[in-house]
């Protein structure tokens, strides 16, 4: 619940009137005098103070009994059913609270902190009846108080007594003479009745108030753009920049009344001038832009260069601010304008680099990109300022990884997994990568650990099944394992040459040279030719099924490939199959 206790309260039509409060009440109705003896009010008093003292010490159920107490000797005592309403405001017993209140009330009538309570009491409660009630009795005793008035008024409104609302206003009018925050809600209420022309006349009252004003003229405008009245938008605007030829805001209003207009050429032309204001936040003109950002489907496509031409101009004005390029970083990346993107991220960094975010954008970048050798120089930089980012390290081990550089790669990932923190996932990835990099290493036991924990975080994780069948084969380790590992993965991507090939290669350090033979040509029937080792394979295998010239075609093929040739070499000068 909001501060409960909100007696005074400042609105900004305030500063035209001080708010008077009259001691001269429309209706005083006669307070309910209670008659107690001398005796019973000398045990009142002496509750009543014990229970003010356990209020101070912050023992609420002791000063509610005394208060209790007090009220068994007094039954007509309001401040005590006050007393008791705001230890149930304190446990948010607001029901209750409001209940002790309508007593209070009920005994004394007159009392206008009781009433602004129970006027809270009844909003928190969704009683905005009540609570206009309360408010239309506290107006009535001061006439002259615009707070009381303007909360009158705003209650009427939420309850959809736009008549009711719209007479408050007027009162309060009447007290403080034309306010802009008072023009602007009787407007809105008016637009509710669907009474244009006085809507309008509430905007136009201001104008005349203060004829150079240039927000007026765009609060009208607003009016008639609302109303689909174009042609009397476009003067509003228009008188904006009569008055301020620099104004953004009003360039900005132009460019969408053109908008509605399909005229695209004028369109631009105001919102460039409007982007141009150097006085003008970037958030507003960033905000303007947004559908810009999102990709919505208001402008053709032969309009791109004008929104490349609206972003150099945000940040010719911008320079200094990194959103500048950074939201056009965003755009061209979603228009495939990746190069370009990656050059505007690197800008925004240059200006600002402590965001995060803005660097990991950047690293997704590159990696789509394959630009490991940037992804790799980008890391060891934001590493500096974000050494314990887990995410940077991912990224910076995979780079390391693309350049063979293992040792590194385990430092890095190795690093990084320490802050990973609860995000599962991302735990996994880092496992993942980790059993790559410790095999390369010769770090056999730990790779296949960090394979076992990547799979009890993501039991369908194809690249773990993959590797670590294909790793457990080569060791002649566990082969069941490896074997059930690849199935799962060839029934989660039946038609992957690599995984067809990691199954063949399972099923043939197996012994079972038929079967070997039989995924082996479907791997190749699936693209495996373009594959060095695929190739290989094929040839052992033809091998072991006792097809020699099958095996020394397809070993020759594999040694055109021109990597790794001692092996092939040997194969083919002795015609049989030899292992590493």
């Known amino acids: 619940m909001r501060n409960i206790f909100w007696i005074t309260l400042v609105f900004v039509f305030f500063s035209c009137k001080s708010t008077k409060e009259t001691t001269e009440l429309r209706t005083i109705k006669p307070e309910k005098i209670s008659v107690i003896s001398p005796s019973q009010k000398r045990n009142f008093d002496y509750f009543f103070f014990e229970g003010q003292r356990y209020k101070m010490q912050g023992d609420s159920e002791k000063a509610k009994m005394c208060f209790v107490e007090c009220l068994k000797i007094d039954s007509l005592s309001s401040t005590c059913y006050f007393e008791l309403a705001n230890i149930e405001i304190s446990k948010t017993n607001y029901k209750v609270a409001q209940g002790l209140l309508e007593k209070a009330v009920a005994i004394n009538t007159n009392n206008k902190w009781y009433k602004m309570l129970l006027g809270d009491l009844y909003q928190e409660n969704k009683d905005i009846g009540g609570a206009i009630s309360i408010y239309k009795s506290l107006v009535d005793q001061y006439p002259n108080n615009d707070e009381y008035i303007y909360i009158l008024a705003q209650l009427y409104a939420q309850n959809k007594q736009w008549d009711s609302a719209i007479d408050a206003y007027n009162m309060l009018e009447k007290n403080i003479g034309i306010n802009e925050a008072i023009s602007l809600e009787k407007e809105k209420l008016y637009l509710q009745l669907g009474k244009k022309s006085l809507a309008y006349k509430e905007i136009e009252l201001l104008i005349k108030d203060n004829p150079y004003e240039p927000r007026y003229y765009g609060f009208l405008g607003d009016v008639y753009a609302f109303n689909k009245e174009l042609d009397k938008a476009e003067q509003s605007y228009l008188k904006i920049l009569d008055i301020d030829p620099n104004n953004g805001l009003g360039y900005f209003s132009l460019s969408n009344i053109y908008l509605q207009k399909q005229d695209t050429t004028q369109f631009f032309t105001y919102f460039l001038k409007g982007v141009a204001d150097k006085d003008l936040n970037i958030e507003v003109k960033i905000q303007r832009m947004l559908p810009f950002l999102m990709g919505k489907d208001f402008i053709n496509k032969k309009d791109t260069n004008e929104i490349f031409t609206v972003f150099d101009k945000l ?56 630009k490991f050798d940037l992804l790799l120089q980008d890391t060891n930089e934001a590493l500096l300022f974000f050494p314990d980012e887990a995410l940077f390290n991912l990224f910076n081990g995979l780079a390391y990884m693309q350049i063979e550089d293992n040792s590194k790669a385990y430092q890095s990932l190795s690093h990084g997994l320490q802050f990973v923190g609860d995000n599962e996932k991302l735990k996994g990835q880092f496992y993942s990568y980790l059993g790559d990099v410790q095999y390369s290493l010769d770090m056999v036991q730990e790779a296949f650990f960090s394979y076992d924990q990547a799979l009890l975080i993501d039991e369908h994780n194809i690249a773990v099944l993959n590797n670590y069948s294909y790793y457990l084969s080569l060791e002649n380790l566990n082969l069941d394992k490896a074997e059930s590992m690849i199935a799962k993965c060839i029934e989660l991507e039946p038609g992957n040459a690599t995984y067809l090939d990691t199954y063949a290669w399972v099923l043939f350090k197996k012994g079972r040279y038929f079967e070997a033979k039989y995924i082996i040509e479907r791997a190749i029937d699936n693209g495996g030719t373009e594959s060095k080792e695929i190739v290989e394979h094929y040839g052992d295998i033809l091998y072991n099924n006792g097809d020699v010239d099958g095996a020394l075609i397809q070993w020759q093929k594999a040694l055109d490939f021109g990597i790794d040739t001692d092996l092939l070499q040997k194969k083919i000068d002795l015609k049989r199959y030899v292992e590493e």
């Open 315 to 370: 940040i010719e004005v911008h320079a200094n601010d990194s959103r500048s390029h950074i939201y056009y970083a965003n755009y061209l990346q979603n228009n495939q304008k990746y190069e370009k993107a990656l050059a505007q991220y690197k800008l925004g960094l240059n200006v600002d680099n402590s965001s995060s975010a803005v660097w990991q954008d950047m690293f997704l970048l590159e990696l789509n990109m394959g």
